[in-house]
Structure formats: C-alpha cells, structure tokens
C-alpha cells in the first residue's frame, strides 16, 4: 500500500488544522492506520491510530484536542486537529500497519509510511 500525506501547513497558536492520509493499492482495510509525529532533534512519536475495526487510540498529549477518522471507501486517514499548541509543531507521518491495535503506537510495527507533512504551530 502507498500512502500520501497533505494537508499541513502554518497556523496560530489555538487555531485548528486537518491532515489527510491518503491511500493506493492494497486492501486498505486490511491495515491500521497511525499517525506519527517527528519534530527536528527529537523521536519520531505516535500521534493517533485507527484500527480496521475503527478502533481509535491517542497519545495522551493530544487526546481530546486531536480527532482521528477513517474512510475505508475513500481510503483516506484524517486527523482533525484543534487548540493547536507551538509544541505540536513536528512533520507529520502516516503509516500503515497489519497488527492488532495494542500494537498501533509502536512505529516497528509499521510497514509502510507516507513522505511525511510539515505543521507548524506559530506562537
């Protein structure tokens, strides 16, 4: 499966921003999705994660501000993002993953991965 990021972009502090995972071949439903986060000189991070059964997991950090969503007939990932924080800046990554859902928030487990999309939080 391929996969393609977009939707980041430049926003103000509390301000909200929508980013799309977008995918190609495979059978889309057949893999968890994720939602990983890398800002420069730190580790790539887990964001959120949606199962193939629309299980949804969060990172604590963002629970309650960020909003994972899947359309398996679209084949695309969204992530809403609200009350955006400057320590939310990072480029943002989408991967997709065969295992179970304790499994989402370990990027290992991940087989295959987006370019990645820049958000920025300006303060």
């Known amino acids: 499966v391929q996969l393609q990021a977009s939707g980041g972009g430049l926003v103000q502090a509390g301000g909200s921003l929508r980013i799309s995972c977008a995918a190609s071949?495979?059978?889309?439903?057949?893999?968890?999705i994720g939602w990983f986060r890398q800002a420069p000189g730190k580790e790539r991070e887990f964001v959120a994660g949606?199962?193939?059964?629309?299980?949804?997991l969060y990172a604590e950090d963002v629970k309650g501000r960020f909003t994972i969503s899947r359309d398996n007939v679209k084949k695309t990932v969204d992530l809403q993002m609200n009350s955006l924080k400057p320590e939310d800046t990072a480029v943002y990554f989408c991967?997709?993953?065969?295992?179970?859902?304790?499994?989402?928030?370990?990027?290992?487990?991940?087989?295959?991965w987006g370019q990645g999309t820049q958000v920025t939080v300006s303060s």
């Open positions: 071949g495979g059978t889309f439903r057949n893999y968890g």
């Open positions: 991967a997709a993953s065969s295992v179970v859902q304790s499994g989402l928030r370990t990027s290992d487990n991940y087989g295959y």
């Open positions: 949606v199962t193939r059964s629309l299980g949804k």
